[in-house]
């Protein structure tokens, strides 16, 4: 079975910074492009970044472009999220996503975690 579990999430001022971990078991990690995604209260999921199989390639939204960092060690399982220059709008619960090669935008990911909360306050 297909386990995804994140961690690192908390309680940040605005302008500070949090670093988010997922690790994977149940699946071939190396084969399998990651992501994050978040959802706020009211609003939909949406996708915030990813990263490919090998770790050559990734995309961000619009919205953390600059601020956020992913990376992935294939020898840990562990795909990361390093959060910098936080903002109130980045308050939500952030969920690891996992899909077989690649991972596209506006499409549903095959597994996800159960989600990290993140709170940054003003």
């Known amino acids: 079975q297909v386990q995804l579990v994140e961690s690192g999430g908390g309680l940040m001022q605005a302008g500070g910074s949090l670093r988010l971990s997922c690790v994977a078991s149940g699946l071939t990690f190396s084969s399998y492009a990651m992501g994050w995604f978040r959802q706020a209260p009211g609003k939909a999921r949406e996708f915030v970044t990813s990263?490919?199989?090998?770790?050559?390639?990734?995309s961000y939204a619009d919205s953390v472009k600059g601020r956020f960092t992913i990376s992935r060690d294939n020898a840990k399982n562990t795909v990361y999220l390093q959060m910098d220059s936080l903002k109130p709008e980045d308050t939500a619960v952030y969920y690891c996503a996992a899909n077989p090669w690649t991972l596209i935008r506006g499409r549903v990911p095959a597994h996800w975690g159960q989600g990290t909360q993140v709170t940054v306050s003003s």
């Open positions: 990263i490919n199989w090998s770790g050559g390639g990734t």
